[in-house]
Nanobody
Framework: QVQLVESGGGLVQPGGSLRLSCTASGFTFSSYHMSWVRQAPGKGLEWVSEINSGGAGIDYTDSVKGRFTISRDNTKNTLYLQMNNLKPEDTALYYC???????????WGQGTQVTVSS
């Protein structure tokens, strides 16, 4: 079955860095667009970034541009999110999600918690 497993979250001070990973199984990873979506405490889901199936098309929400970098390794079935210069407002549960082309997301991971605090 389709599985997406996030890892790499944790507690970090403002200005610090973390690298999230999302390991996929049960489907042809290289055929799907992949995204990171986050949910801050008490708030709704916020799309963060997407990378297309081949890795050439990338987009970010404005609040993370210049600080976060999405990437993927289709040989390892893994999606990454390098997060630098973290801010308290980046505190959230981070999910990876897949979608086929421009269709809605159809599978999500369980999430990994990122907490930015001094």
């Amino acid at each position: 079955q389709v599985q997406l497993v996030e890892s790499g979250g944790g507690l970090v001070q403002p200005g610090g860095s973390l690298r999230l990973s999302c390991t996929a199984s049960g489907f042809t990873f290289s055929s799907y667009h992949m995204s990171w979506v986050r949910q801050a405490p008490g708030k709704g889901l916020e799309w963060v970034s997407e990378i297309n199936s081949g890795g050439a098309g990338i987009d970010y929400t404005d609040s993370v541009k210049g600080r976060f970098t999405i990437s993927r390794d289709n040989t390892k079935n893994t999606l990454y999110l390098q997060m630098n210069n973290l801010k308290p407002e980046d505190t959230a549960l981070y999910y990876c999600a897949r979608r086929w082309s421009e269709l809605p997301y159809d599978s999500w991971g369980q999430g990994t918690q990122v907490t930015v605090s001094s």
